[in-house]
């Protein structure tokens, strides 16, 4: 887009800025950039977000749009101050912490990840992506206890499915509690339809228990 059209849209907004009318503009606006998005022009919505914020400084969702296409352009400080700018205007947005927790994930801040996980979660309990994000954290940082309790928590309001099972399993494993990671994993096949990851995971814990005969026949199912 153009230097002229953005300075229109500074010039509109700025005409409506004590009017009511400038919330029908600023949507508007909103949803060119959100057509930028879907475009994959990602640069353009980022400038129309920008034109918005000059004259209208206090939108929390226009930082957090702003935040997640920073990190999408892997423009990470960025994104995280812009996340961080949309949080304090709005502290109770639950979305805007878990893409914060995305982004400081991706750069290993584990601790500030859980955190902002936590947050998301103590906002709304019933945030099933932010939950099962801590959880997955909690595995990959390899403290079992934690993720064992969190997916048990986490099944406790949703339905389980196949990935966050296994990965349930796969913190039992590594609480040296592999019969019940076994039947899992086998609750898991029977459930759901074939998954190389489980059945490998399966075949794991199964060599774990000396159950050789069967572990060789799942893990050559993980192969095909």
Same mark, same amino acid.
């Given at each position: 887009?153009?230097?002229?059209?953005?300075?229109?849209?500074?010039?509109?907004?700025?005409?409506?800025?004590?009017?009511?009318?400038?919330?029908?503009?600023?949507?508007?606006?909103?949803?060119?950039?959100?057509?930028?998005?879907?475009?994959?022009?990602?640069?353009?919505?980022?400038?129309?977000?920008?034109?918005?914020?000059?004259?209208?400084?206090?939108?929390? +969702?226009?930082?957090?749009?702003?935040?997640?296409?920073?990190?999408?352009?892997?423009?990470?400080?960025?994104?995280?101050?812009?996340?961080?700018?949309?949080?304090?205007?709005?502290?109770?947005?639950?979305?805007?912490?878990?893409?914060?927790?995305?982004?400081?994930?991706?750069?290993?801040?584990?601790?500030?990840?859980?955190?902002?996980?936590?947050? *998301?979660?103590?906002?709304?309990?019933?945030?099933?992506? *932010?939950?099962?994000?801590?959880?997955?954290?909690?595995?990959? +940082?390899?403290?079992?206890?934690?993720?064992?309790?969190?997916?048990?928590?986490?099944?406790?309001?949703?339905?389980?499915?196949?990935?966050?099972? +296994?990965?349930?399993?796969?913190?039992?494993?590594?609480?040296?509690?592999?019969?019940?990671?076994?039947?899992?994993?086998?609750?898991?096949?029977?459930?759901?339809?074939?998954?190389?990851?489980?059945?490998?995971?399966?075949?794991?814990?199964?060599?774990?228990?000396?159950?050789?005969?069967?572990?060789? +026949?799942?893990?050559?199912?993980?192969?095909?």
């Amino acid at each position: 887009m153009k230097y002229k059209q953005f300075l229109i849209i500074i010039v509109v907004l700025l005409s409506f800025k004590s009017n009511v009318v400038a919330q029908n503009k600023v949507q508007s606006f909103l949803q060119q950039a959100a057509q930028s998005e879907k475009a994959g022009n990602l640069d353009e919505a980022i400038s129309i977000y920008l034109q918005i914020l000059q004259v209208f400084p206090d939108i929390a +969702s226009v930082y957090n749009n702003l935040g997640t296409n920073y990190f999408e352009l892997q423009q990470y400080d960025k994104a995280i101050f812009a996340l961080e700018k949309s949080i304090a205007l709005n502290p109770q947005d639950e979305k805007t912490y878990f893409n914060l927790a995305i982004v400081l994930w991706h750069l290993k801040r584990t601790d500030e990840t859980i955190s902002a996980l936590q947050k *998301a979660v103590e906002i709304n309990p019933q945030y099933v992506k *932010a939950r099962t994000k801590m959880c997955d954290v909690w595995l990959a +940082s390899n403290q079992a206890n934690k993720a064992v309790g969190c997916y048990e928590k986490l099944f406790s309001i949703v339905s389980k499915d196949v990935q966050s099972n +296994s990965n349930y399993g796969v913190a039992l494993m590594r609480q040296n509690r592999l019969a019940e990671a076994v039947k899992i994993f086998e609750e898991n096949d029977k459930t759901f339809a074939a998954n190389a990851e489980n059945l490998n995971n399966w075949g794991v814990a199964l060599l774990e228990i000396r159950r050789f005969k069967q572990a060789v +026949s799942v893990l050559n199912r993980a192969l095909k």
